[in-house]
């Protein structure tokens, strides 16, 4: 999987959690997206 495509996998993840209104999800997939992106 390329990084664009991670990213992109990670940004619905962000949505669909925030969709859900699921807040500790949302931080967990933003966490490790900002690991991610560090690496």
Do not use: I, P
Request: glycine share 2%; net charge negative.
């Amino acid at each position: 999987m390329s990084e664009r495509d991670q990213v992109l996998k990670a940004a619905a993840e962000l949505v669909s959690a925030f969709a859900r209104n699921d807040r500790e999800g949302y931080w967990a997939t933003w966490q490790a997206v900002s690991l991610s992106a560090c690496h």
